[in-house]
C-alpha cells in the first residue's frame, strides 16, 4: 500500500508517541512547566490554548518580535496551520488551512479592521503586529460567532490600548528597533502606559522603512521561463518592492473594581511598491477610532456584559508613477457587538449581537469595483460545560442577514445560518481528546458579486457573478493531546465539505489584453490537519535549559470535478531548537516545505525548499540596563539564501521571497 506524504509524518507521529512520552517522564523531576496562552479572543468563559479542541494560537509581545516581518501575513506564516498570500513587502493576509482573503476575518480587538485587503492579494491588512502586544489565530467552531467570513478562521490583532484591568506597574514601556540586511530596513516602535488611580492612559508609535529587498534568483522561476519563454527578469534586488509605514495611536481608560471605560484612536499611513508594475506604489491612510466597555454584574444568571465599537475612515490611492495617482479605492464603516455572559444551569456562555455597516468605493482606471454598500446583523450563543469526570460539551449557533447594494447591480440578500457541537475530555495522565463538527454559511462579498474590470496588480481582468449564492461548509475535526509538565505533542485533523465555493477561474478570453477570470461556485472538499510537539529540558547539554519545539501541516483541498484549488499551501515542517545560559540565549529554526504538484487550472507546480535560521539573544537587564526581558538580538535568517516561491502567493512565479537577513536590533523595558 502507497502512503501519502501527509500520513507518512502522521504515521511517524503515532509510532514515536510512546518513546517521545517516555523522555518527558524522564524529567517529571524537573521543575518546568509548558504555558498554555489564555486565548481572550473566545467565546464564553476563559479558557488556554490546551482546552480547545480547535488548534488556537498566541504570539505575546516577544513572539511578535522575534518574528517580526514587513507584513501580518508574513510574521504568521510559522505558525502551525498559517501560510501567507505574500505580495511582495508590503502585502499579506494569513491564510488558515487552505482558506485566505474572504474566509478569515481579521480583526483589530475583536473588530474587523474594515479595511479592502479582501478585495485583492496586494492590499495591505490595516492591522500590524509591529505594535501588538499579542496576536491570536483562531480556527473551528469557536469563529463562527464572528460571523461567516470566518468560515476559515480569525486572526485578532491585540494592541492592548484599551485597558480592562490595572497595570501592576504605576508607569512603563518599551522601545523596540531593528535593522536588516535584505532591504537596507529599520523597523521601531515605542509604547507608553501610565496610571493615575482609576485611569490608564497608553501611546504606542511606530515606523518602518525597507528598501527593495534581494532576491537570491532571478525573479522569473524556471517553470514561468520554460512556459512562456520570458527573459529571467531582474537578479539581485527586486525593483519597486520597497514599503514604508507609520502609526501613531493613544487610549485612555477608566478602571474600576467591577468594570471598565475606554477609547482609542490610531492613524496609520503606508507607501509600498507592486512588483510587477516598474513604478506603481499604493498610499495608503486610516484613521480608526474604537470604544470599548464591560461591567462585571454577577446576578447569578449575567456574569459580565462587554460593549465594543469601532468607526474607520481608511483610503489608499494606486499610483502608477510618482505624481500620477490612478485608481482610489475607500471604505468608511461602521462595526459594533455587545456580548452578554451568562450561567444558565450547568452551561456557561455567552450571547451577543453584532452591526456592521461599510461603504466600498473605487474611482479610476483600475476601478474594478463599483460603488457597493454592505450591511450586516447577526446573533450569536456559544455555551460550554466541563464535567468533574473531564469530560466537555461545547456549541454555538449563530443568525446572520447581509444586504450589500450595488450602485449599478442593485441589492442582493442573504441570510445566513451556522452552528456548531463539541465534546472533549480530559484524563489525569495527561491526554486530551475531542471532536466536534460545525455547519458555517458565507455570503460572497463585493467583488465576487461586483467586480467587472482590469486589475492590474494580479494581472486579471475580474468579472463577478451577482447571482452567486451563498457558500456552505460542514467542518469535521478531531484531535488527540498529551502533555506533562515538560513536554506535549498532539494532532489536528479536520475535512470541510463545501457546497458552492467561490473561486475565481480562468476563461480562457482577453480583454484590455488581460486573461479574463470570472467568479464561479463549484463544491469543494479540504482535508489536512496539524501535527505538534513540545519539549522542555532544564541543565541538558552544555549545562544550557533546552526548548524544543515542532510542527507540521498539511492540506488538500480538491474541486467536484476532480481538479485542484489553487495556491494551496503545500506540507509543510517547522522545528526549532534554543539552548538558554541565563544572560545567553542561542537558537534554529528549520522550514521545509515540500513541492506543491497540485497547483490548481492554469497554475504552475512550486517547488519546494529548506531554509534555515540562526538567532541569539544577550539578556542586558541582567547587568542593569532595563527591567526583565530587555534584550539584544541577532538573527540571520534564510541564511542558505535559498530560493523561496510561496503556493499561496499569485506573484509565486515572478516574486520570490527575499534571501539571507541579517536583523539585529534591542527591545527595551522600562
Known amino acids: 500500500m502507497q502512503v501519502s506524504s501527509p500520513m507518512k509524518y502522521l504515521f511517524a507521529a503515532v509510532a514515536t508517541a510512546p518513546l517521545l512520552a517516555g523522555m518527558a517522564h524522564a524529567q517529571a523531576e524537573d521543575e518546568v512547566r509548558i504555558e498554555q496562552p489564555v486565548i481572550v ?25 522575534e518574528d517580526m516581518s514587513s507584513t501580518l501575513g508574513d510574521t504568521l506564516d510559522r505558525q502551525p496551520g498559517v501560510a501567507s498570500t505574500s505580495f511582495g513587502q508590503g502585502a499579506s ?11 478569515v476575518q481579521v480583526l483589530t480587538n475583536g473588530i474587523g479592521v474594515i479595511d479592502v485587503s479582501a478585495a485583492s492579494p496586494d492590499h495591505q491588512v490595516a492591522a500590524d503586529g509591529i505594535d501588538a502586544v499579542k496576536v491570536e489565530i483562531l480556527r473551528g467552531p469557536a469563529a463562527l460567532v464572528y460571523g461567516g467570513q470566518a ?11 484599551i485597558m480592562e484591568d490595572l497595570p501592576k506597574r504605576p508607569l512603563a514601556g518599551e522601545a523596540y528597533a531593528a535593522s536588516n540586511s535584505v532591504n537596507d530596513g529599520t523597523e521601531a516602535g515605542g509604547r507608553v502606559q501610565g496610571v493615575l488611580g482609576p485611569l490608564v492612559g497608553t501611546l504606542t508609535a511606530s515606523t518602518r522603512d525597507f528598501g527593495n529587498y534581494d532576491i537570491p534568483s532571478p525573479a522569473q522561476s524556471d517553470r514561468l521561463r520554460a512556459e512562456n519563454g520570458e527573459p529571467a527578469g531582474p537578479d539581485g534586488e ?15 481608560s477608566w478602571v474600576g473594581e467591577k468594570g471598565f471605560l475606554g477609547g482609542a484612536v490610531r492613524q496609520q499611513s503606508s507607501q509600498y511598491g507592486l512588483p510587477l508594475e516598474e513604478t506603481a506604489f499604493i498610499d495608503l491612510k486610516q484613521t480608526r477610532y474604537d470604544m470599548r466597555g464591560g461591567l462585571n454584574v454577577d446576578n447569578g444568571f449575567f ?3 462587554t460593549a465594543s465599537a469601532s468607526v474607520a475612515d481608511y483610503e489608499h490611492t494606486e499610483f502608477e508613477a510618482p505624481g500620477e495617482p490612478g485608481t482610489i479605492f475607500k471604505t468608511d464603516g461602521f462595526e459594533g457587538r ?43 450563543l456559544y455555551e460550554s460545560h466541563d464535567f468533574e469526570s473531564g469530560l466537555g460539551i461545547e456549541g454555538g449557533l449563530r443568525g446572520e442577514q447581509v444586504d450589500l447594494d450595488n450602485e449599478g447591480a442593485g441589492k442582493v440578500s442573504f441570510d445566513l445560518v451556522s452552528g456548531s457541537a463539541g465534546v472533549h475530555k480530559h484524563w489525569d495522565s495527561g491526554w486530551f481528546l475531542g471532536t466536534q463538527v460545525s455547519w458555517a454559511e458565507r455570503a460572497p462579498n463585493q467583488s465576487e458579486l461586483f467586480a467587472d474590470g482590469p486589475h492590474l496588480a494580479t ?15 460542514l467542518n469535521f475535526e478531531g484531535t488527540a493531546r498529551w502533555e506533562n509538565d515538560a513536554m506535549s505533542f498532539g494532532a489536528n485533523l479536520f475535512l470541510t465539505d463545501f457546497s458552492d465555493f467561490i473561486y475565481l477561474a480562468a476563461t480562457g478570453a482577453e480583454l484590455d489584453d488581460l486573461p479574463v477570470f470570472e467568479f464561479r461556485q463549484q463544491d469543494a472538499q479540504f482535508t489536512g490537519g496539524e501535527l505538534f510537539a513540545n519539549y522542555q529540558l532544564l541543565d541538558g547539554p552544555l549545562t544550557a535549559d533546552w526548548k524544543f519545539d515542532a510542527g507540521l501541516d498539511f492540506v488538500k483541498a480538491e474541486f467536484d470535478d476532480g481538479s485542484d484549488v489553487p495556491y494551496v499551501p503545500p506540507v509543510t515542517l517547522n522545528a526549532g531548537a534554543e539552548a538558554d545560559w541565563g544572560a545567553l540565549a542561542l537558537g534554529a529554526k528549520l522550514t521545509w516545505a515540500g513541492d506543491q504538484d497540485s497547483p490548481g487550472v492554469g497554475q504552475l507546480a512550486t517547488d519546494g525548499y529548506v531554509t534555515a535560521d540562526l538567532h541569539a539573544d544577550l539578556d542586558i537587564a541582567r547587568y542593569g540596563f532595563g527591567r526583565t526581558g530587555t534584550k539584544l538580538f541577532l538573527e ?6 535559498e530560493e523561496v516561491r510561496m503556493a499561496t502567493s499569485v506573484l509565486k512565479d515572478s516574486v520570490p521571497q527575499p534571501g539571507r537577513n541579517i536583523r539585529a536590533g534591542i527591545r527595551y523595558l522600562f
Open 151 to 161: 468560515i476559515g478562521g480569525v486572526v485578532n490583532v491585540i494592541d492592548g490600548l
Open 636 to 641: 540571520a535568517r534564510n541564511v542558505s539564501d
Open 338 to 380: 455587545i456580548e452578554a455572559g451568562h450561567v444558565l444551569g450547568p452551561l456557561q456562555g455567552e450571547f451577543g449581537i453584532q452591526y456592521a455597516d461599510s461603504s466600498l468605493d473605487a474611482i479610476g482606471d483600475e476601478a474594478f469595483i463599483t460603488p457597493t454598500d454592505t450591511k450586516s446583523v447577526g446573533v450569536f
Open 93 to 103: 493576509r494569513p491564510v488558515l488551512r487552505g482558506l485566505g482573503a474572504e474566509r
Open 238 to 252: 527586486l525593483p519597486n518592492s520597497f514599503v514604508q509605514t507609520n502609526s501613531v495611536a493613544g487610549g485612555l
Open 303 to 305: 456574569t459580565d456584559i
Open 41 to 65: 479572543t473566545l467565546p464564553g468563559p476563559q479558557r488556554t490554548a490546551g482546552e480547545m479542541v480547535s488548534n488556537v494560537a498566541a504570539l505575546d509581545r516577544k513572539a511578535l518580535v
Open 459 to 473: 494581472e486579471q481582468y475580474e468579472v463577478g457573478d451577482a447571482t452567486l449564492g451563498k457558500e456552505r461548509g
